[in-house]
């Protein structure tokens, strides 16, 4: 009675097709394993007399299978092509696939030097891409891909040509990328913490400037500089006068220009003209040296 591996659906159940399961049966029945008790140097022998028998189909699956691995790269390319996603590589492995019949690795390199003369490039071909067909057989599927890309190694101003040439071109380039409006902002576009104030709004900034820096140089009028901007007619805007302290509409008034308030007085109309109101921003510009006499009399304690 036969052996397993001399049974030929042994080696189908193993996914091989029915004539290399026949040959791998048949080189098991001319060369079975000798006994347990034969000589280990017979039973070694015998071992590579069965392997040297069955080279011939490991050699036809082995390149079976290469075959089928280089049909499947190839339908899938034409496909993606077909489907409009291809790329110009992809056209050109396949026209070095049609047009010349290379395999898949060489089409590979033929597309390698069409593309490097296509979009520009120097003709060079790096040796350390891994491929198993010999280095010849390389560098001609390259040059080859080259000269038909457009590429002429014998003209010394190829390359700047084929360069020019390529940026005219807009379908080498990668495509331009899409902006997508987002319906609120996205967290990177958030504004950054810094150790700046924040701005305030005109009714909470409080200023406080002394008599003399108002209606004496047009240049340097502090209070008509700063009533010029938008806004600022909403501002808290006090004037310490020889009569103490007043809001800057009221600076008409007779009684501003006489010096009777003491420190409790002026202290009492600050407050009520704060009337306890928050401010993010205060400025104060008190009056200018020689004129301060007045002002420390009307000026609250503290």
């Not at 120097?122 to 040059?143: F, Q």
């Not at 700046?196 to 009714?203: E, K, L, T, V």
């Not at 909470?204 to 500089?225: E, K, M, Y």
Request: some cysteine; aromatic content about 6%; glycine content about 6%.
């Amino acid at each position: 009675m036969p052996s397993i591996p001399q049974i030929p659906r042994h080696w189908q159940s193993r996914g091989r097709s029915p004539e290399h399961a026949a040959a791998i049966a048949a080189a098991w029945r001319t060369f079975p394993d000798l006994p347990s008790d034969a000589p280990l140097s017979d039973r070694m022998t015998r071992g590579r007399e069965r392997i040297a028998a069955m080279r011939s189909v490991n050699d036809a699956i082995a390149a079976e299978a290469a075959s089928q691995r280089e049909a499947t790269n190839f339908a899938f390319t034409e496909d993606q092509i077909r489907r409009g996603l291809g790329s110009d590589r992809d056209i050109a492995i396949m026209r070095g696939h049609e047009d010349h019949a290379l395999s898949w690795d060489l089409a590979n390199r033929y597309a390698d030097g069409w593309y490097a003369a296509h979009v520009g490039w120097p003709h060079h071909y790096s040796d350390a891409i891994p491929c198993s067909a010999p280095l010849e057989e390389r560098h001609a599927a390259y040059d080859q891909g080259f000269s038909d890309g457009g590429g002429d190694r014998t003209d010394l101003f190829d390359a700047a040509r084929r360069s020019l040439i390529a940026d005219m071109r807009r379908d080498n380039l990668p495509k331009d990328p899409q902006i997508i409006l987002a319906g609120r902002p996205v967290p990177s576009s958030y504004p950054k913490p810094s150790d700046h104030h924040r701005p305030a709004r005109w009714s909470r900034r409080l200023l406080i400037v002394g008599a003399d820096h108002i209606d004496s140089d047009p240049a340097w009028d502090f209070l008509a500089l700063t009533l010029a901007r938008p806004g600022a007619d909403a501002a808290t805007i006090v004037v310490l006068t020889p009569g103490g302290f007043v809001a800057a509409e009221a600076l008409g008034d007779p009684n501003v220009a006489t010096p009777s308030v003491d420190h409790v007085a002026a202290a009492n109309q600050l407050a009520a003209l704060l009337q306890n109101r928050e401010y993010d921003d205060v400025l104060a510009a008190p009056p200018r040296t020689g004129n301060r006499d007045w002002a420390r009399k009307g000026a609250p304690a503290g």
